[in-house]
C-alpha cells in the first residue's frame, strides 16, 4: 500500500524543487523589468531622467534616502555602446552605480573614486570597444538601470545641486 504513493511523492517533490528553483533564476530580472517599466515608463531611454527630492507625497522608488538626490537612466545597449558622463558636484557625495537586467551590480563609482574628476562609463557588450576616454563596463545584457545619486546636508541645496547634476548625460553611440 505504501509503495504505491512513493511515485506520486517523489513526484510532487521534484516539481516543488523545480518550481522553487525557476522562482529564484526568474525573480531578479521580474523584479528589475518592473524597475525598468516604472523608471522608464514613458519609453525613453539612454537619457537621464532627474528626479525630484523624494518625499512622503512624492517616492519614486521603494524607501528612498530624503537626504539623497536621485538621477536614472534607463539603458539599451541593443544598438550600441552607452555612454555615461556624471558631473562632479564639488563638496558633496556621490555616486553612480550600474545595475544590469538581472540586478546584478555591473559597476560603482563615487566622488571618492574620481578625485573631483566627471564620472565616464561606457556600457559594453561583449565585442564592443569604449571611445577613448571612457571607462569600460563589459554588460551581459541589453538593458539596465544607471543611478546616480548625491548627498545634500540640506535640502535648501537641491536648487543648486540640481543644475549641476543636470549636466550629466547618458546617450547611445
Not at 522608464?40 to 517616492?59: H, I, P
Not at 534616502?65 to 534607463?74: F, G
Request: with cysteine.
Amino acid at each position: 500500500m505504501m509503495r504505491r504513493w512513493i511515485f506520486p511523492i517523489l513526484a510532487g517533490g521534484l516539481v516543488a524543487l523545480g518550481a522553487y528553483q525557476a522562482t529564484l533564476l526568474a525573480t531578479p530580472y521580474a523584479l528589475m523589468y518592473a524597475a525598468l517599466q516604472k523608471i522608464g515608463g514613458d519609453g525613453a531611454s539612454n537619457r537621464f531622467v532627474f528626479s525630484k527630492m523624494a518625499t512622503a507625497d512624492n517616492q519614486p522608488i521603494v524607501r528612498p534616502s530624503p537626504d539623497l538626490s536621485y538621477s536614472t537612466c534607463v539603458f539599451d545597449l541593443s544598438k550600441g555602446p552607452v555612454l555615461i558622463d556624471v558631473s562632479p558636484v564639488p563638496g558633496r557625495y556621490w555616486s553612480v552605480s550600474i545595475f544590469d537586467a538581472r540586478t546584478d551590480v555591473a559597476a560603482v563609482r563615487s566622488d571618492r573614486d574620481t578625485k573631483g574628476e566627471p564620472a565616464r562609463l561606457a556600457l559594453i557588450k561583449q565585442g564592443q570597444i569604449a571611445p577613448a576616454g571612457y571607462e569600460p563596463v563589459l554588460l551581459g545584457y541589453d538593458r539596465g538601470l544607471a543611478l546616480v545619486r548625491i548627498l545634500l546636508a540640506n535640502p535648501s541645496e537641491f536648487p543648486a545641486v540640481d543644475a549641476i547634476r543636470r549636466k550629466s548625460t547618458c546617450k547611445q553611440v
